[in-house]
């Protein structure tokens, strides 16, 4: 760079130079002569001639000496700028032009500086908003993920790499991370047809449901959202299964109801016998549906935000008793013994009325199925931080597929039997509901022929 600025120079001091010679030769003294001017004494033609010649390897002498230090100055602003430049196209936005001294040239370089800085702030202001972009991402619940026109992962967010595993990484094919057939049909769809599609995909997650929506990029490319849907579906699940349970249970006494009913006004004259036969049946059905419209009330109740317990601390044998002898009564007429164990000198956190519910419900649920062991056996026993008390009868038992379903509304291992004995089917979801407010657990352990035992736990209370 050097060199070159002071070959160009040293070319053009000796362009002026040779220039000058011969204006001086070809013209200057020809003027001179035929203006016939009197050189003064002592000198001639030839010496005016040598004086014009050293004169100009003089100015050529001082001119090679300013071509130097002109080009080596030149050259290094050169080379700053260069460098600056080399800097900003390999991406550092923080190289600025150094102008120690003001010159001609300070003004061009204070531009590209403050060029540099204007663009560097815009950059930084790109950087903030694309980290905040990608915190709000990774903050949904909603999976996300942006695919290009050729079917590549361009990013995605924390929920999608949770779902779908760290295969989900840019510039990877959607279709090696993602097997779904819903999930990629739909963003096949956004992708051709540059229309939105949404979907349901059952197979992206073992269990889960997610609600597809996948539209198409301004820019090119697609952009998915994958909602998770499953405790919606579960709801939407259960309250048709609850709809149709309701409906089937009060549809059974009712039909029971009309009939009877029906009978003894089409009878012109019901015998007494006949009349008490049918008006008992219409109140053992009117019974049941009250039995089952005031399970529904308490469970809606316990399911309320609303719904308080008074929880204070009781001694855990104390309430156990108190189970046992509200339905000890029961118990002697369906000539089943009730037997306690395990009473415990304890405080647990407690509701009475709620607990004397759940001991209400498991005994009696108990006396149901302990018809062949003739025993119900109840206790208590300490654990770390907690208590935990037990139901146990020793009838038939219940199969091991119908554990984990036990405590849900309506549910029944043997459905003909238990509408026989008049059970709703809520009461060991209430006895789940009032055990779980009251922070505790419950669960329940059977084998065939060796009858089941309903557990559950309460916590105990800071003894002073």
């Known amino acids: 760079m050097k060199s070159k600025i002071f070959t160009r120079l040293l070319g053009l001091f000796l362009l002026l130079l040779v220039f000058q010679a011969a204006a001086m030769e070809f013209a200057f003294i020809p003027f001179l002569a035929g203006k016939v001017l009197e050189l003064p004494a002592g000198?001639?033609?030839?010496?005016f001639r040598n004086e014009i010649l050293w004169s100009g390897l003089i100015a050529a002498a001082v001119a090679l000496t300013l071509a130097v230090w002109l080009a080596g100055r030149l050259s290094a602003r050169l080379e700053r700028v260069i460098a600056f430049a080399r800097r900003v196209a390999q991406g550092d936005l923080s190289a600025r032009v150094l102008h120690p001294e003001e010159d001609v040239f300070s003004a061009p370089e204070a531009a590209l500086n403050q060029a540099i800085e204007r663009t560097e702030e815009k950059f930084t202001e790109i950087g903030n908003r694309r980290q905040e972009l990608a915190a709000m991402l990774d903050s949904m619940q909603e999976a996300v993920v942006a695919i290009t026109p050729e079917g590549l992962?361009?990013?995605?967010?924390?929920?999608?790499?949770?779902?779908?595993?760290?295969?989900?990484?840019?510039?990877?094919?959607l279709v090696h991370a993602v097997r779904d057939p819903e999930v990629l049909a739909c963003i096949r769809t956004a992708l051709e047809k540059r229309e939105a599609h949404s979907g349901r995909a059952r197979s992206l997650a073992p269990g889960r449901i997610f609600e597809i929506n996948a539209?198409?990029?301004?820019?090119?490319?697609?952009?998915?959202v994958l909602h998770d849907i499953t405790r919606i579906e579960a709801?939407?699940?259960?309250?048709?299964?609850?709809?149709?349970?309701?409906?089937?249970?009060?549809?059974?006494?009712?039909?029971?109801?009309?009939?009877?009913?029906?009978?003894?006004?089409?009878?012109?004259?019901?015998?007494?016998?006949?009349?008490?036969e049918f008006l008992g049946i219409v109140l053992k059905n009117a019974?049941?549906?009250n039995r089952i419209t005031e399970d529904l009330l308490s469970l809606a109740s316990l399911e309320s935000p609303d719904h308080k317990l008074a929880l204070r601390p009781m001694q855990a044998?104390?309430?156990?008793?108190?189970?046992?002898?509200?339905?000890?009564?029961v118990a002697a007429d369906s000539g089943v013994k009730l037997e306690s164990v395990g009473a415990l000198d304890v405080l647990v956190l407690a509701d009475s009325d709620a607990m004397n519910q759940v001991f209400g419900n498991l005994i009696e649920n108990a006396l149901k199925y302990a018809k062949a062991g003739?025993?119900?056996?109840v206790g208590a026993r300490l654990l770390e931080s907690e208590v935990e008390f037990t139901v146990r009868d020793f009838g038939?038992?219940?199969?091991?597929?119908?554990?984990?379903?036990?405590?849900?509304?309506?549910?029944?291992?043997?459905?003909?039997?238990?509408?026989?004995?008049?059970?709703?089917?809520?009461?060991?979801?209430?006895?789940?509901?009032?055990?779980?407010?009251?922070?505790?657990?419950?669960?329940?352990?059977?084998?065939?022929?060796?009858?089941?035992?309903?557990?559950?736990?309460?916590?105990?209370?800071?003894?002073?």
């Open 43 to 47: 000198r001639s033609a030839f010496s």
């Open 153 to 173: 992962v361009r990013w995605s967010n924390a929920a999608m790499e949770r779902i779908a595993g760290t295969q989900v990484r840019a510039g990877r094919p």
């Open 215 to 224: 539209v198409p990029m301004a820019s090119g490319g697609a952009l998915a």
């Open 235 to 276: 709801a939407e699940n259960t309250r048709r299964e609850f709809i149709a349970n309701v409906s089937h249970e009060l549809r059974t006494p009712l039909t029971s109801i009309q009939g009877y009913v029906e009978t003894l006004i089409e009878e012109l004259e019901p015998g007494q016998e006949t009349s008490r």
């Open 287 to 289: 019974t049941r549906m």
């Open 317 to 329: 044998g104390a309430l156990l008793q108190e189970g046992i002898d509200s339905l000890r009564g």
């Open 374 to 377: 003739k025993r119900v056996r």
């Open 396 to 464: 038939p038992g219940i199969a091991s597929e119908h554990l984990d379903r036990i405590f849900e509304r309506f549910y029944r291992v043997d459905k003909a039997r238990s509408r026989e004995a008049g059970g709703t089917g809520l009461g060991l979801a209430i006895v789940k509901h009032i055990v779980l407010a009251h922070g505790g657990r419950i669960w329940a352990e059977s084998e065939l022929g060796s009858g089941a035992a309903f557990h559950f736990t309460l916590r105990r209370a800071a003894e002073e």
